[in-house]
């Protein structure tokens, strides 16, 4: 019986992240047993476990390489069809060891405020975990005896990172390896916009008054352990879309909107963006050291935020300071002023934050 396929617009793919394991772990198998494997079972950070198709495998015996071409499905993703090559080779001297490095086409960090470490290359934190969890499960042999050298390289990657806000936030010389579930939905599409119109209207016929909006998986997750008493299907995970979102809990005469976010989505929306996709507008990190100035922050840490190009530095430099959950609060209390002035009177607002962790560290209402 022929599978239905999914409709147009609604395909999931699967990120930069989980390419890069998948091609690490069948190269590892192929150090392990001399050959490197056409398809290739690769656990995601979501705890899903899904086959991918492996190309230009070859070892012998000290090192292996294998490539995983990205599907990104139906999202209009710029790196979609690129190819996440692994090399690995064995570490002699350094037994249990697996070091993870970048090469050609990804980029390097160079500015503060993404949570990756300046002169390194841009591998988020949790591919990096799922990387280094992938190559573990089939080189446990291996490292007993030896360590491993992974290296992700992205060989069309300095070209695609011209079609990406990666060189205006500092990372030069190639695509990011990112991903926190491995899955990629097709956010960017009327598909998905649809989804969210639809989320918020089946919340409205909850009977409990309230959606919770949030901006992707682990806002969501922060705020479903925050408001625990509500049922799962008042959460709706808006991606970009605010304006969408917000529209539709008008329509739906909901009494309450809750918004989850993290320092970076809720700049957008206090300076007043209703689609808060990077491509649509900077972040207004003058909104953000005017705040600081509110706050007393010193005036060479203000104009430090004032030039920088993230909302994540700006939090980190109030942080050091003593002032984070300060700084925080006074952005939430602007993303209700801002969204009250579009929205008077029609639902309570509410703005919970968390940081990069998924912890709560302010709120507002």
Do not use: W
């Not at 992240?17 to 998948?22: L, R």
């Amino acid at each position: 019986m022929m599978e239905r396929s999914a409709p147009r617009g609604t395909r999931t793919g699967f990120t930069t992240g989980a390419c890069s394991a998948a091609a690490a772990r069948a190269a590892v198998i192929g150090l392990v047993t001399g050959l490197v494997p056409e398809r290739v079972e690769c656990l995601l950070p979501n705890g899903d476990v899904v086959t991918f198709a492996v190309n230009d495998g070859r070892c012998d015996g000290q090192s292996a390489h294998a490539m995983v071409i990205k599907d990104a499905g139906d999202d209009p993703d710029c790196t979609d069809k690129a190819h996440l090559t692994a090399d690995v080779r064995l570490l002699p001297d350094q037994p249990g060891q697996v070091l993870l490095t970048g090469g050609e086409g990804v980029g390097i960090v160079t500015m503060q405020g993404l949570g990756l470490t300046v002169g390194l290359h841009a591998i988020n934190p949790v591919p990096r975990r799922n990387i280094e969890a992938n190559v573990r499960a089939v080189g446990a042999a291996l490292l007993d005896e030896a360590g491993l050298e992974v290296r992700i390289s992205v060989p069309q990657g300095e070209e695609m990172a011209k079609k990406t806000t990666n060189a205006r936030l500092g990372i030069l010389g190639g695509i990011s390896i990112l991903g926190t579930t491995g899955i990629v939905k097709p956010y960017s599409t009327a598909a998905y916009r649809a989804s969210v119109v639809q989320g918020v209207h089946v919340a409205g016929t909850l009977g409990h008054g309230v959606v919770v909006l949030t901006t992707g998986g682990r806002t969501e997750k922060f705020v479903m352990e925050e408001l625990p008493h509500l049922p799962e299907a008042a959460f709706v995970q808006m991606g970009d879309f605010l304006r969408y979102a917000m529209g539709a809990a008008v329509k739906a005469g909901l009494k309450q909107v809750v918004i989850g976010g993290m320092v970076g989505k809720l700049t957008k929306i206090a300076q007043g963006e209703t689609i808060t996709h990077a491509g649509r507008a900077d972040v207004n990190t003058g909104l953000l050291a005017d705040l600081a100035v509110e706050l007393g922050a010193p005036p060479e840490v203000c104009d430090d935020i004032r030039q920088a190009k993230t909302a994540r530095y700006a939090g980190e430099r109030m942080d050091a300071l003593g002032l984070g959950q300060a700084f925080h609060t006074a952005l939430a209390q602007r993303v209700v002023q801002t969204l009250r002035e579009r929205y008077p009177d029609q639902f309570e607002l509410k703005v919970l934050v968390c940081d990069f962790d998924g912890r709560k560290i302010a709120e507002s209402s």
